[in-house]
């Protein structure tokens, strides 16, 4: 946090739990003030929970961008690929493939770059000008604002913290139920 700054974001499968584990370390008030936080990768925020999705998903992180947060996994992945070399290996051997394979991944990756980020940036162009061309006339034919929608997700989200929990006014309606019947057993 002294070198990266302000307001990081850090992507994890579990980043939501691990948001927790932070909040509660030694890093807990620096992070906290710091104003950054964590989210599980796109992929596996699919399968949490829908009201962890509604907060903590990378697709409604403001400023997030397009990145699922998968790319240590690619590169790991990948690396699956020198096992059927290395099994059998002597320690020495599989070092060495294992550095190729990285060695290798860095040059294509690097020589990659240029193009990657032209496709990047020609796919937020597209998003910036006709999505945002579409979103706005879609608001206008429906009569909503954005205040609207960020109004309904914030009322999502308090249906799925509420959802599942009973209010403690029917707890107590079912406790009477539960002593009249056996009042009525006991007669």
């Known amino acids: 946090m002294e070198i990266l700054g302000q307001a990081l974001l850090a992507g994890y499968d579990i980043g939501c739990a691990f948001e927790k584990t932070i909040g509660t370390s030694s890093l807990g008030p620096d992070w906290i003030t710091s104003k950054s936080r964590c989210c599980p990768n796109a992929y596996h925020g699919y399968t949490h929970n829908y009201a962890c999705q509604l907060r903590n998903h990378p697709s409604v992180i403001e400023g997030m961008g397009l990145e699922d947060l998968k790319t240590m996994e690619r590169v ?34 690097y020589r990659n770059l240029g193009t990657m980020l032209l496709n990047n940036y020609k796919q937020a162009l597209t998003i910036v000008t006709d999505d945002q061309a579409i979103l706005d006339e879609t608001l206008k034919d ?23 929990k009973e209010p403690a006014e029917d707890i107590h309606r079912i406790a009477y139920v539960d002593l009249l019947q056996q009042l009525r057993a006991a007669q």
């Open 76 to 109: 790991f992945s990948s690396s699956n690929n020198v096992a059927g070399v290395t099994r059998y290996a002597t320690a020495y051997r599989r070092r060495l493939f294992i550095d190729m394979h990285f060695q290798q991944w860095d040059e294509d990756k």
């Open 142 to 164: 429906r009569n909503i604002s954005t205040e609207d929608l960020d109004r309904w997700q914030a009322e999502q989200g308090a249906y799925f913290d509420a959802l599942g």
